[in-house]
């Protein structure tokens, strides 16, 4: 079928194909609480009847969760911030390849817990390696794809590290390499979110992070009814 072919949409898709699905991502501190209000909403959408696939990153695909083991591993406190927002990345383009395009098109609802804007505001802000930089690499390895909505749950600084940590050292005697981040390097990582929000307000939202599971939740119901409410318009 040519491209001038009357049958094909200027998304792409044929006629009588699937809407292409929504991308929604979910940002903010580890321990923010972001997790599990993405898995929350998800479930709530799913006894509405929309399919919705749930990724993580790093770590969304098998390759994915190899280089997550080498980005969290206490053992690599000498990763170099170029490698350690290449290795991000790295993982990133292999979502985008095996699980976000294909289920897109699909017309099924994906949910990430954390996207680019995660390495805009730990790599650009919180190493200080810059915005442009982040950018390049999000055009290669995301082809510049940027979800349709970014719901960021901001907690408490003091609150979500001491969840995180404590969550960290559970799971591993050891805790992870980002726990030996110093408080400066996190005031600098919710600048970057800060900087994002006041940007990109229809796109980049934030949720106050603070209060009981169900507030939060209800928050981000709320939150997420802005993008229900553009797409059938």
Known sequence: MSSTDPATSATGLTAGSPQRGSFVTFEGLDGSGKTTQMRLLAAHLRERGTAVIETVEPGGTAIGQAIRRILLDPAHDHLGSVAEMLLYFAARAQNVHEVLEPALARGVTVFSDRWT?????????????????????????????????????????????????????????????????????????????????????????????????????ERVKAAHALLEGRRVR
């Not at 749950?153 to 969840?163: G, M, P, V, W, Y």
């Open 117 to 217: 804007d995660s390495t805009f505001a730990y790599q650009g802000y919180g190493r200080q390696l810059g915005e442009q930089i982040v950018a390049d690499l999000d055009g290669i390895a995301c082809h510049g794809r940027k979800p349709d909505l970014t719901l960021w749950i901001d907690a408490e600084l003091e609150t979500s590290l001491r969840r995180a940590r404590s969550r960290n050292v559970e799971e591993s005697a050891e805790g992870t390499r980002m726990d030996e981040q110093s408080r400066v390097f996190y005031e600098r990582v919710l600048e970057g979110y800060r900087v994002l929000a006041n940007r990109e307000p229809e796109r980049f939202v934030r949720v106050d992070g603070n209060g009981t599971l169900e507030e939060v939740a």
